[in-house]
């Protein structure tokens, strides 16, 4: 029988004050999407987008995309007359205005890298050895031929 290795079961809410009432919770990323968050976030984060191309900085807003689809875990997010929920899907992700997109992958990916590690657990204190009785002293330690 193998080890079974549990998905992260850490997840942010995160809560926005340009949108009142949006709740966005997502899991820390993997390794890949820590990674797409760390390539994305400088090139979608440019100054006016100066020295990016726009096929640069669709190419970050996809892999940021990817990325976060793969952590998020639900909103609170509505549309329409009627409050219909909007999946937490890739493809009602995709339909989001780009703003608005940007603003809760760039929280999550500002979370993802800036959040300091939970504190490692501290070690356990090796066990005390058990106690051995005196009675090697009463051994004899040379041995005589015979």
Known sequence: MGYNRQKAQTVWALDFDAYPGLTVRAR?????????????LPVLNAPARARVTDLQYLDAMNLLL????????????????????????????????L??????????ADATTTQPAAAAPAEPEPPEPPEVPEIEAELPMEVTAA
Not at 28 to 40: D, Q, S
Not at 99 to 108: Q, V
């Open 66 to 97: 990817d990325a976060f689809a793969m952590a998020l875990v639900g909103w609170t997010l509505e549309e329409g007359a009627d409050d219909r929920p909007v999946p937490a899907t890739k493809q009602a992700l995709e339909r989001l205005d």
């Open 99 to 108: 703003e608005f997109l940007l603003d809760i992958t760039g929280a999550w």
């Open 28 to 40: 820390k990323p993997n390794f890949l999407g820590l990674r797409a968050a760390a390539a994305a």
